[in-house]
């Protein structure tokens, strides 16, 4: 186990590398900076990983990746995607470039503590979107993350210098709690730029001022209601709305609609908000559109 102090008001700050200067990894390094803890180097490949580090890091050595996990003397956090996380562990074990006492922090969703192998250390994922900009860092406080760890202390005093709150995930339910977020988040960025898409088609000049009340709304009833907050055509079984969607939506948007508009009702029908009988000349409209394109 790591000998990097623990928890507790005499907690001293720690010696922190970051690799990746990312949009998530910047701007947690420049948390853990504004923490009081001591980020002295990071990597960045790109230019605008470089300018994003020089911006939120400036306290930070530009440096290859070897050399920032040994100037991480206690904490070395790993911001890079998910599928190259593995190889970039593997290649800082293969070239010696791990301190003995470092501990290894990565932000990966989907991965757990078994991609870092032998290594002490956490997966420490925060529940939020990231575009790499200064504004971020307002967003921290108060978001849950999700936490993989051995030494719990260790992890929460991490969150807790975070702004935030741990959420303790098991290993083996990591790709499910991370599935859950980039369905929500990631999802729900593609529906509100297709339903702005479609506004457009019809005309709206400024889809975003039409859809921000609603879709605030939409967001804050189905958080606070659960499935009791749908409305509109699916949920009352209106087939013929549907079926005038379909005739006239782009085709490109058509999968989207329907597999939404089905899983809509399936949930409808299980929170009895629509009843089965009259979900059926809908379902119907929704299998047929499976046939062929829409005219």
Not at 36 to 45: F, Q
Not at 107 to 128: F, K
Not at 182 to 210: M, Y
């Given at each position: 186990m790591s000998a990097v102090p623990r928890a507790g008001k005499r907690a001293r700050p720690l010696v922190v590398g970051v690799v990746g200067a990312g949009r998530v990894g910047a701007v947690l390094g420049a948390a853990l900076a504004e923490a009081g803890h001591r980020v002295v180097a990071t990597a960045a490949v790109s230019a605008a990983s470089r300018e994003r580090a020089e911006r939120l890091l400036p306290q930070a050595a530009i440096l290859p990746a070897d050399e920032v996990a040994r100037a991480a003397?206690?904490?070395?956090?790993?911001?890079?995607?998910?599928?190259?996380?593995?190889?970039?562990?593997?290649?800082?074990?293969?070239?010696?470039?791990?301190?003995?006492?470092?501990?290894?922090?990565?932000?990966?969703?989907?991965?757990?503590?078994?991609?870092?192998?032998?290594?002490?250390?956490?997966?420490?994922?925060?529940?939020?979107?990231?575009?790499?900009?200064?504004?971020?860092?307002?967003?921290?406080p108060g978001i849950a993350w999700g936490v993989t760890a051995r030494d719990r202390a260790f992890a929460?005093?991490?969150?807790?210098?975070?702004?935030?709150?741990?959420?303790?995930?098991?290993?083996?339910?990591?790709?499910?709690?991370?599935?859950?977020?980039?369905?929500?988040?990631?999802?729900?960025?593609?529906?509100?730029n297709e339903a702005a898409d479609l506004l457009r088609a019809a005309g709206v000049e400024r889809p975003e001022a039409v859809l921000s009340p609603l879709l605030h709304a939409a967001l804050d009833n189905a958080l606070s209601l659960g499935d009791a907050a749908l409305t509109g055509p699916?949920?009352?079984?209106?087939?013929?709305?549907?079926?005038?969607?379909?005739?006239?939506?782009?085709?490109?948007?058509?999968?989207?609609?329907?597999?939404?508009?089905?899983?809509?009702?399936?949930?409808?029908?299980?929170?009895?908000?629509?009843?089965?009988?009259?979900?059926?000349?809908?379902?119907?409209?929704?299998?047929?559109?499976?046939?062929?394109?829409?005219s």
């Amino acid at each position: 186990m790591s000998a990097v102090p623990r928890a507790g008001k005499r907690a001293r700050p720690l010696v922190v590398g970051v690799v990746g200067a990312g949009r998530v990894g910047a701007v947690l390094g420049a948390a853990l900076a504004e923490a009081g803890h001591r980020v002295v180097a990071t990597a960045a490949v790109s230019a605008a990983s470089r300018e994003r580090a020089e911006r939120l890091l400036p306290q930070a050595a530009i440096l290859p990746a070897d050399e920032v996990a040994r100037a991480a003397t206690d904490l070395l956090l790993l911001a890079v995607p998910d599928d190259h996380l593995a190889a970039v562990v593997s290649g800082l074990v293969m070239t010696g470039s791990l301190g003995a006492r470092t501990v290894v922090a990565h932000t990966s969703g989907a991965h757990g503590l078994a991609v870092l192998g032998d290594r002490d250390g956490l997966a420490l994922h925060p529940a939020m979107t990231f575009t790499g900009v200064d504004s971020d860092l307002d967003r921290l406080p108060g978001i849950a993350w999700g936490v993989t760890a051995r030494d719990r202390a260790f992890a929460a005093r991490l969150v807790t210098d975070l702004g935030g709150v741990p959420e303790w995930i098991a290993e083996d339910a990591r790709p499910l709690y991370h599935a859950a977020l980039a369905h929500g988040a990631n999802h729900l960025v593609t529906l509100v730029n297709e339903a702005a898409d479609l506004l457009r088609a019809a005309g709206v000049e400024r889809p975003e001022a039409v859809l921000s009340p609603l879709l605030h709304a939409a967001l804050d009833n189905a958080l606070s209601l659960g499935d009791a907050a749908l409305t509109g055509p699916v949920s009352r079984g209106d087939a013929g709305t549907v079926g005038k969607h379909l005739s006239r939506i782009a085709p490109e948007s058509v999968p989207a609609y329907l597999a939404l508009a089905r899983r809509t009702a399936d949930r409808a029908i299980a929170a009895g908000r629509l009843r089965p009988q009259d979900a059926a000349l809908l379902m119907d409209v929704l299998a047929q559109a499976t046939v062929g394109s829409p005219s």
